[in-house]
């Protein structure tokens, strides 16, 4: 009998309280930080879906991990733990650890980045082109046109269009593409995965070309689950088996540990080539650590050893994906609009759709993400005008889309903290045409969202 509701597949085994405000209270709250959810105190957010990164819960095999861990400044027993597991399921000949992602990014972009260097991916995540672009290089997204349609249900909307990227490299040329960059899941696309076809299929390209080849795998678990479900030919197969499939259609890596690697700090870059191994070692050693802990404290890198093996496990995936549809499901069936189909970490809903009536210099994102924080503390995150409407020459433009992220952390919610989620989203659409827009009243000169404050309209 296959029953069909998909418990957590854990037990609760130490809890963290949550602080129950009252809605006059939120409404205090938000004011007084200028209408910014980042700065708000997190005591004072009840479900916190700002982000899936390094929010998750640990396993008790991870936290007795924590105690094992071995503190040498050189050679610890907890880095050879680390260094297997990352092997293990990436077996790349080089494993550099750093502190979080974007430090192996910018590792690597700045042995390989630069003027004239220009970079493709799916989607290149922020931080990811961030830390191109401080080299001067130039990163370029050619993720499929469907990934850009919110009400598209292509199955693998992160794929990279891969007649775009045979003419990008021809248009360009080959020398000033260091490498070709994929993202798994793409984040910034909507969580959307990509398929082992479209992966073998730039691989290919690549070595076509003699261009290197690596992932941005934060969410490779998600991803590789993904495949094994929609993908034909692919339903028998150990998640863990796709994993070193993907990973052998690749040169390197960077990752961040905050994801699926089940940490709540941690991050990698990975990779065969051995000169370029050294040089990135010893940019490591320059801003990072030692190359056999690299940011890390050696318990980190224990409790990163011991989550590596728990999120392949399939019940795991299969509960942290159902759970995140169950979400996307909820709110589609209260007639809430949001991006599909439902990706692997969070639920995207669309604000521009939901409300029409508020123009996107006034931020509907903004507008509905403070709504549902003060109607039920929920703290969820705008992607649109807000995050991306300042252009480098001052200008303000509207973002194409409008959305507010409802990331899941790992392990964390039950499914009774996502019913009332469900409950505070349908009581906010309910009174939709109530809302109003927001003013920016401060800004800093960039990436605003984070600090900016507001005033509503
Ligand atoms: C989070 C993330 C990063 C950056 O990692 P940090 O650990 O936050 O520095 C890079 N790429 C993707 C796709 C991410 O989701």
Known sequence: MEFKTII????????????MTTQSQREKYIEDVGYNLFSLHSDNVLIDLLTDSGTGAMSRNQWAAIQHGDESYAGSPSWLMFKDAVQNLFPYK????????RAAEKILFTAIGGKGKII???????????????TQAEGVDLVISEGKDPSSLHPFKGNMDLVALEEFINKFGVEN??????????????????SLENLRAVSAICKKYGIPFFLDACRFAENAWFIREREAGQQERDVADIVREIASLADGMTMSAKKDPMGNIGGWLALNDDDLASICRNLLILTEGFPTYGGLAGRDLEALAVGLTEVISHDYLKYRITSTAYLGNALLKKGIPIVQPTGGHAIYIDAKALLPH????????????????????????EIGTVMFGRKPD?????SAMELVRLAIPRRTYTQSHIDYV?????????????????RIMKEPPALRHFTSEFAPL
């Open 358 to 381: 508020i123009p996107p210099l006034h931020y509907p994102g903004q507008a509905l993400a403070v709504e549902l924080y003060k109607v039920g503390g929920i703290r969820g995150c």
């Open 94 to 101: 080089h494993v550099i650890p750093t502190h979080q992602g």
């Open 394 to 398: 001052g200008s303000e433009v509207a």
């Open 422 to 438: 469900i409950e505070v989203c349908a009581e906010v659409a309910a009174h939709s045409q109530d809302l109003r827009g927001y």
């Open 120 to 134: 493709p991916s799916n989607t290149h995540f922020d931080t990811t082109r961030a830390n191109i672009e401080y």
């Open 8 to 19: 957590e597949p854990f037990k609760i085994h130490s809890v963290a309280p949550l602080q």
């Open 177 to 194: 593409i260091p490498v070709v960059m994929m993202t798994i899941t793409n984040n910034s696309g909507g969580g959307q995965p990509v």
